[in-house]
C-alpha cells in the first residue's frame, strides 16, 4: 500500500514540477515577443491528440509578431478571424490574434473583461465584444471610457455607414456622445413568424402582405394584434407561446427609458406589458410558455396540443434556434419545417447583436482597424457581411443566412431559405430593421429586465396583485442598483 | 426466555436489514440518476434536448455523438490541453493542501507553543471568512501584480487551507497518541521525519477522504479560472465546457452533456482510487498497522 | 538521552506552522483587508480609481456614524433582510435531512455486526452527487420541474392520468416553498454522502478495541453508536457541523443556478446579493463588501455557538488545571 501511494505521489510531484515548467514558458515568450507560443502549444497538441484540419485552423489565427488580444464571448468573431487571415495572408503574417473566449452565461465574462480592461497593460484587450444585452455599459457606460472612437481608429465612419447603409439603430446603440464607439455585423431587427398553414386556416391567407394589413405591421399600436389574437383562440390556436414572445416589442417600444435623471422610470408603454401578459395568461391566448423551455420548442416544431400561431424575433432566431427545431418537413407531417412566413411586426423591436470594440489604448491601431473596417462597415462581395448574409462564411457549403447591418449587402443578397418554403425573407426583416429602436436603453437594461419580467410572470399568474407586482420590482432594482 | 429474545433479535435483524438496502437502493438509484442522465444526453442533439430534458435513449445515439464531439473541434475544445491543465492544478492543489494542512495540524495538536492557542484561534476564524469576501480582493491583487495566466495562481492558495487544516486537527486530537510520538523521539528520529514516517500514515483516511474534497472542488472550480486564466492554452476542462454555453441565444446542449461527461471521468477514477480508504473499513489508527 | 528531552519542541510548532502562515498572508490576508476596507469607503462604479473612506460625520447633515454608512445600508435593505431569512430557512431545510441520514449511513455502514453486503459500492455511490458541479445539477432540476412542460409536469399528469384524473401543470417555479424546498433538497442530495464520508473517516478512527469492549459489555447496537461511536467522534461532528453551517451560510451556486432572483427573490441568499451587488449593474464595492462582513459576523457568532455546546468539556477542565498548577509552581519558586 505504501509503494503505492509513494508512486502515486512521486508522479503528482513530477506534475507539479511540470507545472512549474508550464509556469515560465510563457512568461519568457511574453517578454520576447519574437518567439512563437503558437508552436510549442500545437506541438502539444499533436503530441496528445490527433487534430483535425479545423482545429489546427482555429489555433493559430496568425503568426505575425504583433499580438492582437480578442476577447469575446462566442466564436462567431475568432472565426471571423480566421476567414478574414484566409481572404488577406498578409494580415495573418504580421500579426497573431490571441483569443480569449468567455460565455455569457455564467455571468463571468463582463467580471473578467473588466478586470483587464481595467487593468491595461500587455495583456489587455486590444479589441473586445459586447452582447445587445449589455453593450451600452461598454458604448456609453460605466466601461465606456476604455472605448476608442472608429474615428481615432482611422475609419472614415461617417462615409462608410452611408455607402453601407447602416441599421440606424446599430448606430444609437453603438455611438457615445454622437461619436461610433462600437458596430455590430448583424442586424438583429425583428419579425413575425408565423404559420402559413394556421394563417391559411384563420385568415384565409397566407401571403405576407395581406398578414401584415390585419395584423396592423409598422403602426406601433397592439389593437390589431389583439383582435386578431381573438379570431385565432376562436379557431383554436394560442397567438403566442407565451409572453416573453411580445417582450422585445415591448421593451424597444418604450418612450422612456428604464433610469431617467437616476431614477428609476417605468415607461407606460412597458407598465402596460403586465396588463397584456395577465390578458394573454387569462384569456388563454397562449400556451404559457417561457422562452428557452421545452414549451416553447414544442411550438416551434408544432407538437403542442394547441400549436401557437406565432413567433417574434430577428433572422438568427428563424436560422438558429427554430431551423435546429422544426422537426421534419411539414409538408411530410413530420414537423414544421417550410411551414414559417415572415412578414413586418406590427411593433417595431430588435433583440440581440454582437458589438465590436476597440481599446483606445490599443498598441496595434492599424491591425484592429482593418479588421473592424472589415466586419462592421464593408459593404463589398469580400466583405464580412456578404459571406454573412448569404451563408457563405465557409467555402463550398452553404450555411446559415442570416441578415446583417448593412442594408448595401442585404439589397444584393439572396435570402431565400428552406424554413419558409422559399420566401425571400430579408425584406421583411430590412422592415423590421427600420422599426427598430436603440433610444431608450440603459446599462443596466439586463439587469433590470430579469426583475421586471419575473414581477410581470409574478402577477400574470396570480401570484400577487398589480400594486404588489410593481412594488416588488421598485424594491428589487432600488436594492441592487442603488438609485 | 433467553431463546425467545434472541429469536426476536434475529427477526428484528433481518427487519433491519430489509430497510437498510431498501434506503440505501433508493438513494444509489437517486445518485446514479444525474449521471445517466448527463451521458445518455451526451448522446442526444441539442434539439432533442431542448424539447425534452429527460429521455432514455436517443433517435440517432451514435451519429449525434458524433456531432456533439464536432461541435467541441469548432469550438476550440481541446480536450488533452484541459485534461492537463486541470490535471496539473487539481493535483498540485490536493497535495499542497493535504500535506501542509496536516503540518500545520500537527503543529498544533502535537506542540505547546506560545501562540498555538491564538493561532488556532485565527484559522477558525479564517475559515468563517465568506469566500465572496477574499475573491473582490485576490482579483484585484492578481490582476494588479500581473500574475494572470499562471497556474500556480490557482495551485498556491490551497497551501492555506483553514477547514482541511481544521479537519486534520479535529481528526488528530481524536486519533494522535503523544505515546508513538515519544518513542519515536527515544528512536532518535527528527520532527520533521517523525511527522512524514509517523504521523502521516496515521492519517490516512483523513487524507484520503481530504484529498477527495479537495481534488473535486479544485477541479470542479469555474469562476477563478475563468477570469484568472485568459489564455485559452492554460484553459482547464470545465472553462472549456463552459465555452459551449456560448450565449443564451444558442447553447449546444448535446456537446455540454458531452463534455460535462468527459469532465467528470477523471473524477470518478480519482475517486475510487481514492475511495478504498473510506470503503475498507479497516481500522487505519495506531492500534492496527 | 537527558539532552533529548531538554529539546524544546515548540519551535517546530513555529516551524511547521510557517507554510501556511505564508501562504495565508498573501492569498487571503490581503485580500481580506483589502475587502474590509472597502465596507468603510464610496468605492463604487468599475474601474473607479478616485474612492477614498467615508468621514466620520455626515459631510451634508453633519450627522456622526456616517463612516458605517454602506452597513447600514445593508441592515435596512428589506432584500438583504429577506435574502437572509431565505438563506436560513433553505439551510435548516436541508440540514436536519442531511445530518440525519448523514449519521444513519454511518451508524449502518459502521456496524461491524450487521455487515452490509455492498456497503463498499453503497459508501462510494452515495458521494458521488457531489463530484458533479452544483451549477450543472441546479441546471438540470430548473430544466426538470419547467412549466408547463417539464419533465416532472409531464409525469405528474401521466401519474393522475393513469387514476383516471386531469391533472393542470403545476407553476413550481413561480411559487415560494416549491422554490425554497427544490434547493434545500438540492443542497441535501449533494452533502449527505459528504458528510456521510466525513463521519465514516472519524469511525474507521476510533480503535476498534473500543468496540471489542463493548460488544463483550452487551452493548446492543444503538447503545454502541450513541454512547461509543458518536462520543469518539465529536471532534469531527463538530468539523460537519461548523462546515456545514458556513457552507450553508455561504450558499450559493445552487440557488443561483436554479431560480437566481426569480419568483421574487424566492430563492435568494446572503451570498447572491453579495455578488448581485458586486458583480452586476451599479459595482456597488462597498456594499457588498460591507455585507460580507455582516455575513462574516453572522457565522461567527454562530460557529461560536456550536463550538461553545461541543467543547470538550474534560479537556477544558484539564487545561484549567494545568493553568492552576503551573501558576501554584510559578509561586512556589
Given amino acids: ?19 512549474g515548467c508550464n509556469d515560465t514558458k510563457p512568461t519568457a515568450t511574453e517578454t520576447q515577443p519574437g518567439t512563437e507560443p503558437v508552436e510549442t502549444s500545437d506541438g502539444e497538441t499533436t503530441a496528445e491528440t490527433e487534430p483535425t484540419e479545423t482545429e489546427k485552423e482555429t489555433m493559430t489565427l496568425g503568426t505575425g509578431s504583433e499580438h492582437i488580444n480578442l476577447w469575446s464571448f462566442t466564436n462567431e468573431v475568432p472565426n471571423m478571424v480566421n476567414k478574414y487571415i484566409s481572404l ?10 490571441d483569443v480569449t473566449i468567455i460565455a455569457t452565461t455564467n455571468g463571468a465574462y463582463q467580471p473578467a473583461l473588466d478586470a483587464a480592461l481595467a487593468a491595461g497593460g500587455q495583456d489587455a484587450p486590444d479589441l473586445y465584444t459586447a452582447e445587445a444585452a449589455f453593450v451600452l455599459k461598454y458604448t456609453q457606460g460605466s466601461a465606456s471610457q476604455f472605448a476608442a472612437t472608429y474615428k481615432e481608429l482611422g475609419i472614415d465612419v461617417d462615409a462608410k455607414i452611408k455607402e453601407a447603409a447602416i441599421a440606424p439603430y446599430t448606430i444609437d446603440i453603438g455611438s457615445r456622445n454622437g461619436e461610433v464607439v462600437g458596430l455590430g455585423y448583424q442586424a438583429t431587427g425583428g419579425a413575425m413568424i408565423y404559420r402559413a398553414s394556421i394563417a391559411q386556416e384563420v385568415f384565409g391567407t397566407d401571403d405576407p402582405a395581406k398578414i401584415e394589413e390585419i395584423f396592423g405591421s409598422g403602426s406601433q399600436s397592439w389593437d390589431k394584434f389583439w383582435e386578431a ?14 409572453d416573453g414572445d411580445i417582450w422585445h416589442s415591448v421593451e424597444n417600444s418604450a418612450s422612456s427609458g428604464w433610469v431617467v435623471d437616476g431614477q428609476l422610470n417605468i415607461a407606460p408603454e412597458r407598465e402596460a406589458f403586465l396588463d397584456m ?25 408544432g407538437t403542442s396540443e394547441h400549436n401557437a400561431f406565432c413567433f417574434f424575433g430577428p433572422a438568427w432566431l428563424l436560422n438558429y434556434s427554430m431551423h435546429d427545431n422544426v422537426g421534419g418537413n ?19 423591436f430588435y433583440w440581440g447583436g454582437t458589438y465590436l470594440i476597440a481599446n483606445k489604448d490599443t498598441d496595434n491601431k492599424e491591425g484592429v482597424k482593418e479588421f473592424i473596417e472589415w466586419v462592421t462597415l464593408d459593404s463589398s462581395d469580400t466583405g464580412l457581411q456578404y459571406f454573412w448574409a448569404n451563408g457563405t462564411m465557409v467555402d463550398g457549403e452553404v450555411g446559415t443566412k442570416d441578415c446583417v447591418s448593412s442594408g448595401t449587402v442585404m439589397a444584393k443578397s439572396n435570402g431565400e431559405v428552406e424554413i419558409c418554403g422559399g420566401q425571400n425573407i430579408f425584406p421583411a426583416f430590412i422592415k423590421g430593421n427600420e422599426y427598430a429602436s436603440g433610444k431608450c436603453m440603459t446599462e443596466y437594461d439586463e439587469k433590470i429586465n430579469s426583475y421586471w419580467r419575473d414581477a410581470v410572470n409574478m402577477y400574470s399568474n396570480g401570484e400577487c396583485d398589480r400594486d404588489a407586482a410593481i412594488a416588488q420590482f421598485t424594491q428589487n432594482v432600488n436594492d441592487n442598483l442603488s438609485f | 426466555m433467553s431463546s425467545v429474545s434472541k429469536s426476536s433479535i434475529e427477526r428484528s435483524d433481518k427487519v433491519l436489514r430489509v430497510v437498510i438496502y431498501i434506503v440505501s437502493i433508493f438513494f444509489s438509484i437517486l445518485t446514479l440518476f444525474p449521471f445517466f442522465l448527463m451521458f445518455i444526453n451526451a448522446t442526444r442533439s441539442s434539439a432533442e434536448i431542448q424539447r425534452y430534458a429527460v429521455s432514455f435513449i436517443s433517435e440517432h445515439p451514435i451519429q449525434n455523438l458524433q456531432k456533439n464531439w464536432a461541435v467541441f473541434n469548432g469550438k476550440d475544445f481541446h480536450p488533452a490541453t484541459g485534461f492537463l491543465n486541470s490535471f496539473i492544478i487539481s493535483t498540485g492543489a490536493t497535495i499542497l493542501n493535504v500535506y501542509f494542512s496536516s503540518l500545520t495540524a500537527y503543529a498544533i495538536s502535537a506542540y505547546e507553543w506560545k501562540f498555538r492557542d491564538t493561532f488556532n484561534a485565527i484559522i477558525m476564524a479564517i475559515m468563517m471568512i465568506p469566500g465572496t469576501v477574499t475573491m473582490i480582493g485576490f482579483y484585484q491583487a492578481v490582476y494588479k501584480l500581473g500574475l494572470t495566466n499562471k497556474l500556480s495562481m490557482l495551485i498556491l492558495p490551497a497551501i492555506a487551507a483553514p477547514m482541511t487544516v481544521f479537519f486534520m486537527r479535529q481528526y488528530l ?19 520533521f521525519r517523525i511527522f512524514n514516517q509517523i504521523v502521516v500514515p496515521l492519517m490516512k483516511p483523513a487524507i484520503a477522504t481530504q484529498a477527495i474534497f479537495g481534488y473535486v472542488a479544485s477541479w470542479n472550480q469555474l469562476f477563478t479560472p475563468l477570469i484568472l486564466l485568459t489564455n485559452k492554452k492554460k484553459a482547464t476542462l470545465p472553462m472549456m465546457v463552459d465555452l459551449l454555453n456560448g450565449d443564451i441565444y444558442r447553447t449546444e446542449f448535446g456537446s455540454i452533456y458531452l463534455g460535462l461527461s468527459i469532465t467528470v471521468l477523471p473524477l470518478i477514477i480519482v475517486y475510487a482510487f481514492l475511495s478504498r480508504y473510506i470503503v475498507e473499513g479497516v481500522a487505519l489508527g495506531g492500534v492496527k498497522s | 538521552m537527558r539532552n533529548k528531552k531538554l529539546v524544546n519542541y515548540a519551535k517546530y510548532g513555529y516551524l511547521f506552522s510557517i507554510p501556511f502562515i505564508v501562504a495565508f498572508c498573501i492569498f487571503t490576508l490581503y485580500p481580506v483587508i483589502y475587502t474590509f476596507v472597502i465596507g468603510f469607503t464610496d468605492l463604487k462604479g468599475l474601474a473607479n480609481t478616485d474612492w477614498s473612506i467615508l468621514p466620520f460625520k455626515d459631510p451634508k447633515t453633519g450627522e456622526a456614524w456616517y463612516i458605517f454608512k454602506n452597513f447600514k445600508e445593508v441592515l435596512t435593505s428589506q432584500t438583504f433582510a429577506k435574502a437572509f431569512r431565505n438563506t436560513w430557512i433553505i439551510w435548516i431545510m436541508n440540514f436536519i435531512p442531511q445530518i440525519t441520514f448523514g449519521l444513519l449511513f454511518t451508524a449502518w455502514f459502521t456496524d461491524r455486526r450487521s455487515k452490509v453486503k455492498g456497503q463498499g459500492l453503497f459508501k462510494i455511490l452515495f458521494y458521488m452527487p457531489n463530484i458533479i458541479t452544483a ?28 387514476f383516471g384524473h386531469q391533472r393542470e401543470p403545476y407553476q413550481y417555479l413561480l411559487k415560494e416553498w416549491p422554490v425554497k424546498s427544490i434547493i434545500a433538497f438540492i443542497q441535501f442530495f449533494q452533502w449527505y454522502g459528504h458528510t456521510m464520508v466525513n463521519l465514516i473517516a472519524g469511525v474507521i478512527g476510533i480503535s476498534p478495541e473500543i468496540f471489542e469492549a463493548a460488544e463483550i459489555d452487551g452493548a ?5 453508536f450513541f454512547r461509543i461511536t458518536i462520543p469518539c467522534i465529536r471532534q469531527i461532528l463538530l468539523f460537519v457541523l461548523v462546515t456545514a453551517l458556513i457552507g450553508g451560510l455561504n450558499m450559493f451556486d445552487v440557488p443561483q443556478q436554479f431560480i437566481n432572483t426569480q419568483a421574487n427573490n424566492a430563492g435568494l441568499t446572503t451570498n447572491m446579493y453579495i455578488r448581485n451587488q458586486a458583480f452586476s449593474g451599479s459595482y456597488l464595492y462597498n456594499r457588498a463588501a460591507a455585507a460580507s462582513v455582516v455575513l462574516f459576523l453572522v457565522i461567527v457568532f454562530f460557529s461560536m455557538i456550536l463550538f461553545f455546546i461541543m467543547r470538550d468539556k474534560d479537556e477544558a477542565r484539564l487545561k484549567k488545571l494545568r493553568k492552576q498548577e503551573l501558576k501554584a509552581a510559578k509561586k512556589g519558586f
Avoid at chain 3, 419533465?151 to 393513469?162: E, F, V, Y
Wanted: with cysteine; proline share 5%; charged share 20%.
Fill in chain 1, 1 to 19: 500500500m505504501k509503494k503505492v501511494i509513494a508512486s502515486v505521489l512521486s508522479v503528482a510531484m513530477v506534475a507539479a514540477i511540470a507545472a
Fill in chain 1, 88 to 97: 488577406h495572408p498578409e494580415f495573418g503574417e504580421k500579426y497573431t490574434v
Fill in chain 1, 229 to 242: 389574437a381573438d379570431k385565432l383562440k376562436a379557431a383554436g390556436y394560442p397567438i403566442v407561446s407565451g
Fill in chain 1, 277 to 301: 401578459s395577465k390578458k394573454l395568461h387569462d384569456e388563454g391566448l397562449s400556451n404559457l410558455s417561457s422562452d428557452w423551455q421545452p414549451a416553447w420548442f414544442a411550438d416551434m416544431n
Fill in chain 1, 330 to 348: 411539414f409538408a411530410d407531417g413530420e414537423g414544421t419545417n417550410g411551414d414559417w412566413r415572415v412578414c413586418a411586426p406590427p411593433v417595431g
Fill in chain 2, 173 to 191: 486530537q481524536a486519533t494522535l497518541s503523544m505515546e508513538i510520538v515519544q518513542s519515536a523521539r527515544i528512536d532518535g528520529a527528527g520532527e
Fill in chain 3, 135 to 162: 451549477a450543472t445539477i441546479a441546471m438540470l432540476f430548473n430544466v426538470m420541474f419547467q412549466f408547463p412542460k417539464g419533465p416532472i409536469n409531464d409525469l405528474m399528469g401521466g401519474i393522475a392520468k393513469l
Fill in chain 3, 220 to 224: 446492543n447496537r444503538v447503545q454502541t
